[in-house]
Structures are given as C-alpha cells and as structure tokens.
DNA sequence: CGGATGCTTCCGCTCAGTGGAAGAATCGGC
DNA sequence: GCCGATTCTTCCACTGAGCGGAAGCATCCG
C-alpha cells in the first residue's frame, strides 16, 4: 500500500484476501457496502480493489451484488486437498454411493475438526449436516472419530479435554470415547449412532498412505441395526483400492 | 506497486493473480523459480508476493514446490458456477451414475465451449476426456450438442464456422450439425458417437431455469446400440427435477 | 419531490512495494 | 569432500501505486 492509510502496514495482498473473506456460507452474493464493511475497508477502497478482482475474474458482477468468481473456482481445484485424494477417491466413493444409496463422504483431520473433502448423496439418502469444506466434531461423526483414533497423542489429549455435546447422544466423557478409539484401532472401523445428527447413523473407515492414516470415508445410514456387515465390508474394500493408488503416488 | 517496478503499471492484484494462474492442470505444483517465470516476475518480487499468499492461505508449501492452499479451494467452493448448480443437480447426478454406472456430466456453456462444472465416474465407467473445471468443443460432446441447439444465433453462427476435427467421426460440416441441432430441439436430447472421444458415446438433454436452456446434463456410454430408451428417460426425469428445483429459486 | 441509501469519482499525499545485487543454501557430479 | 550450478533469500534507496475523505452521482422508496 502507498500513503494516506487509515490502517498503515496493511498489505494489497492482505486487503484482498480480506474482501474474499467477506464472503462465507451465508453470504455467498454481497453488496460493495457488506464487502467494505465485513473486509474492514473503506468504501473507495473496496471499491477500487472489487473492481479489480472482478476484471481478474476472482469476482464476478451480478444484478446488485457481487459473487466469488470462476477464476477462484477454476484455482481451487488445483489445490492439493482438493485434487489429489478427491480425485483418487471419487470413483470408489461412486461405487458406494451406488452400492449403498447411502450418503457417501470423504474427510480429513483438520486439527481438532473433521473437514469434508467429498460428499456424495443421492435424493433419498439420510439428510446430513455435512457439506464439502465444511468442518465437524472429531468426536461425534464416523470419519471423525476414526481420525481421531489414529491421530497424534497431543491432538487426541486436547479434544478429549472437550468433548461439547450435539444431540442426546453425543459422547461427552473422554473415558467412554477413548475406549472407543481402542476399539477403533483394533477393528478398524468406527460406528456413531445419533451422536452427531437425530435420525443418523454412521460406518467409517481409515484410507492409508504410505502407512499413515491421510483420510477416512464412511457412509451415513438411518440404522446400524441392518446390513452393517456389508456397508463395512464396502468401505474397507473402497478404503484399500484408495489407500493402494494413493501409496502409488509419489510421497507428497 | 511502487517505485523501482520493471513493469510500470502493475498492480500487486494483478501481480497476484498472475502468481495463482502460473498454476494449471499441468502445473499443479511449483517451485519459486517456476512460479516468478511463469507470472512473468522478478525472483524477489514473487518470493515476496509467494510468501505472503502463504500466510494468508491462498497458497500452500509443499516440500520442495508451492501448491494452490485450502483458502481459495474453500472460496471456489462459494463461486455461483460451482455452487448452485452443482449443488441442486448433484443429487439427481448420483442417482443417475447409480443407475447406469456411467459417467455422469453437468455442464454449461461457456462462449463457444462447453464447461464441466461435475463429472462422476465409477471405476469401471467408459474413459471420458473431462474432467471438473476444464472446457471441450461444444459440437462433438453431448451436452456440448445441447447447449449448442438451445443457444443464441450469433453464438451458434460462430461456432458452425469452425468445426474442428477431434475424431474421424466429429462433425465438421455446418450444414449437417444444424440438421442435428433442430433434431435435438425437437426431440428433446442430443446424442454422440465417438464424435469426442473414440470408444465413447454419449446422451445428453438441457436443464432448464425459469424457461431458459442453463445447463446440461449426460452420460457417456460405450454405445448407443442397448438401453438408450432407458437412459434418455433417466435423464429426462432428473433433467426435470433439477429444472423444477432450479424454478423454485429466486432469479439470479 | 425529497430524503435515505448505496455507489462512484477525484487527487494531493505518502508509504508499501520494488528488484538488482549480493549473499546464503542446496543440489549434484566428480 | 570440493566445486560449480542452481535455487532461494535478504537488503534498502527509491518511487509510483495505492490511499480514502470529501464531494458528487445514482437509485430507491414513501
């Protein structure tokens, strides 16, 4: 930036990721006026910098608002976390999808969250709360929990030290959590019954690479009490095929 | 910018987005001294630039090479080309793929291109050249065909002008497409035989939003010559139900 | 029509950004 | 291990891109 700051050392680079920052989930499409204020800029400003992402195609124009642009959507599918084990992972999800007609996700430990990279549903699978990007509880979803089963100690420790409950059924004492993650670790696939979402059930298991556990799939059911045997078989042969071609890859 | 630029002129925005768009398909990873060629910029001035989209998480660092970073992986996800569409459709998309096994595309146009905004493919689906994000000749693909027959005149002119030769079944006279194209108008859906891709097949019908064309959607078979009843009608009833769901959205 | 709201433009000022040069780090061949 | 090549990191005098309050324009609504 040049003179005649209100926020002196603030960056170019740092004011535009703060405009894209103002938009969110539930504010996908802004007025200049929400932009300059949620970006903490002035109006010329964020005029200035808008018009500019716009042209760059990081923006795009609509009637009366702006909305995130193709250019940032075309960038984001580069990005590895995106590509590389969505892309390995898709067509083995597919075929779960296909198989189950159950709610199909991929995830990734993201600290003490869960992040869905994927997420698969057909019209009449069970309602989820999840969405690709979005970020869960370790402790009260399947995938979670499986990768909380096979996370660091110190990661483990410090969501076991808050476990917030969900639904009734939320597990909120660590020593009944960690005596699932044993289990997990010895069976090699976690289950969750209504602990996350009423009326959602779910199956997980680990995908592997190089030896290390790099993500988890599992599919959301209505019930545990029918065909368990067979989703779980299911994801574990998915889980190979995936953890196979990812150990077939270059190491990142 | 300011003083002592070897490009006077330059904004650091574009600066910026001449870093993120040294990255593509090919060139998913990079390192420093690729990036700066690539964008056209001295080695300090991009070092620079790189490692404040690091901190701010629209890049990432890799072991050797920089890669596109989560932040703009999660922005894309909010761009409305990816979002609305995809989101409403992507559930009809799977039931389709479950039904068939094979590889399912929604897909808009994009000047005289056909955009692939989701692609889903079973392990054992017919290869396809698409992939999510990248743009093919609208006059050889199914959907392509589609959105083709339903688009404005001038668009349709121009690109009859030039029907470039994919396979030796693409085709290349202007006359004979147009005859294709009002046979698609007419009957509904369009259909193509190892026009794009030898080996392949495909059938695709338009998506509809408030009386006008806004998508299409298709599948790419090894042949026409079994169930192109069956699927037709799959993809008619799903083209229906996104177009119905599409309606009931306010106008964008 | 008039007030409210949202936006667009202006331009003197200034500090964030610049990049050649130098130095450091890493790599690979011998 | 040494040395040359390659990649990267740092420095800082210089300067022009960026700034934003104020003014003006556009639109909406009662």
Redesign the interface.
Known sequence: M?GNTSTPGA????R??AI?GA???HH??LPLSDIARRADLPLPTAHR?VG??VR???L?R??DDY?????????????????TLRETA???L??I??AT?ATVHLAVRDGHQVLYLER????D?VPVVSS??SVLPLHATGVGKVLLAHAPDDVRRGVLSSLPRVTPYTITQPGRLNEQLKQIRRVGYATTVEEMSLGACSVATPVHRHGQVVAAIGVVVPTLRRDRGGVTAALHVAAQ?ISRQLGALPP?
Chains 1, 2 share one sequence.
């Open positions: 040049a960056t170019v680079a740092g535009i990721m894209l938009f969110d989930d996908p499409r910098l500019e992402l760059h195609g990081a795009a609509t009637d909305v995130i642009g193709r250019r940032l959507w075309e960038l984001g599918l580069l990005a590895p976390i995106a590509s898709a067509p083995f597919h075929d999808h296909a007609r698969m549903a057909g019209r699978s690709v990007g095929g990142a």
